[in-house]
């Protein structure tokens, strides 16, 4: 898949979900069950929220339509804009604004209309023949069928597209198709649960004789592609795709291996005592103390280091959900500036959260426990040195990160026994840092 094909793709969702989630400054109509039909006849005087395993649209929306479910089926008018994500987006209907679908299997039906653009993300999107979109189409997915009108521009990122509609501008199409991707099984082969019929797309670009592209027609592909010439108005171009130096995995040496193993192992030593000198110097009494609760407590560091890490994990998705249902709740009242300073607060309390989570596991752990093991080596051969500010910490850096560099050698597999030991230091670092806060929090109270 080339780099343009995957940027549409992520194009096309996360422009779907951005407009989804935009709070509305006006009033709005919100319903969730299992299932939730519109009747035929009936009208909503505003937007639209619909949260439903089944949702069905025979009626008129007045506004927009924000439908999150498992098949939705648009058969009546949406006046305003579409946005639906579920395992099955039908539009049979009409929609008189943009449409951004999202979802396995999505099918714009024969006599829809969708008044501006249409944007699709998805695993398969099938155009009706009889389908109008009047204005740009963009889709992002393993294969479409487009045999329906769009009077504008097409761009699409596909392993497999047909056109055999009427398109009244160009057509971009970036298929991606190989020796290797030509001859694979159909999508329909493995979407059989899907609630309609996927259509048999053959890899790569197809363009039928009944299509019609006004414009020119640019496609990537390696391979020259079958062209009708009376279909396409101005000029037919191939792009040869761009396989950049990354793309070329060429496998290392041994002597290779071990060289970045041990360049790998050397700068994790450094990196580390660089990061001691630096909290020593800043907070000298703090890193004495996490290191004598390793010493002094190491089992209890060891069993209050797993709940610590299971506590960060669990006030992550706390701050999560918080930040989900604020954010809905404020935009149910239409508080749109409130919604959005909790989305903000809670997005930058993630990242606090992840940066010093990070930077305790990754660094400060294992400068406190090397410190320890530094402190009782020396005291087995140079009991002067025991107490010294620098070297304990020096010492057991280096040996902390020689033993889990030799049990990750890349010519033996003892990769797993390598990780478990890093873990184990971790626990017990992150249980020497909870046992210092807990003390630390009982002294006033203890006042």
Do not use: C
């Amino acid at each position: 898949m080339s780099k343009t094909h995957k940027l549409l793709s992520v194009f096309a969702a996360l422009t779907l979900l951005a407009l989804a989630l935009v709070t509305p400054v006006r009033a709005f109509d919100s319903r969730e069950g299992d299932t939730i039909i519109i009747e035929e006849g009936e009208v909503v005087e505003d937007d639209l929220y619909v949260f439903a395993a089944t949702i069905v649209v025979d009626g008129t929306i007045k506004g927009d339509l924000v439908a999150f479910g498992g098949t939705i089926t648009v058969n009546g008018v949406v006046e305003g804009d579409l946005m639906a994500a579920g395992q099955a987006v039908i539009i049979n209907g009409a929609i008189n604004d943009d449409a951004r679908i999202a979802g396995a299997a999505l099918q714009v039906g024969s006599g829809a209309v969708i008044g501006d653009d249409l944007i699709a993300a998805g695993a398969s999107l099938e155009t009706q023949k009889g389908s109008q979109v009047n204005g740009d189409l963009v889709v992002g997915s393993a294969q479409a069928l487009l045999a329906g009108d769009v009077a504008g521009d097409v761009t699409a990122g596909t392993a497999a597209l047909e056109l055999r509609g009427s398109f009244g501008g160009d057509v971009q199409a970036y298929v991606d198709v190989t020796s290797e991707t030509e001859g694979m099984p159909p999508l329909n082969m493995y979407m059989t649960q899907s609630p309609i019929a996927i259509p048999n797309v053959p890899a790569g670009l197809t363009v039928t004789d009944s299509a019609k592209i006004a414009g020119n027609l640019e496609y990537t592909s390696t391979i020259d592609l079958r062209i009708p010439s009376s279909v396409v108005g101005g000029k037919v171009t191939r792009t040869e795709p761009v396989v950049g130096p990354e793309a070329v995995q060429v496998q290392p040496t041994n002597a290779q291996r071990v060289g970045t193993w041990a360049l790998d192992m050397l700068r994790g030593m450094v990196t580390l005592i660089l990061f001691g000198l630096f909290v020593g110097w800043l907070f000298p009494k703090f890193m004495h103390a996490l290191p004598e609760n390793v010493r002094a407590k190491p089992w209890a560091s060891l069993g209050w280091g797993t709940v610590a890490w299971a506590i960060f994990f669990f006030a992550l998705l706390v701050v999560i959900l918080a930040m989900i249902l604020g954010g809905w709740l404020f935009g149910v009242f239409t508080l749109s500036g409130l919604s959005g300073a909790v989305v903000w607060l809670g997005i930058l309390t993630l990242f606090a959260m992840l940066i010093g989570f990070v930077l305790v596991t990754s660094y400060l752990t294992k400068v406190v426990v090397g410190k320890t093991i530094g402190k009782w080596l020396f005291n087995r051969f140079n009991p002067d040195l025991a107490e010294h500010k620098v070297w304990p910490m020096i010492l057991g850096v280096v040996v902390i990160v020689f033993i889990i560099g030799v049990l990750r050698f890349p010519l033996i597999s003892l990769g797993f026994i390598g990780w478990l030991v890093n873990f184990a230091i971790v626990l017990f670092g992150l249980g020497a840092l909870w046992l210092w806060g807990r003390e630390r929090l009982a002294k006033p109270a203890a006042q």
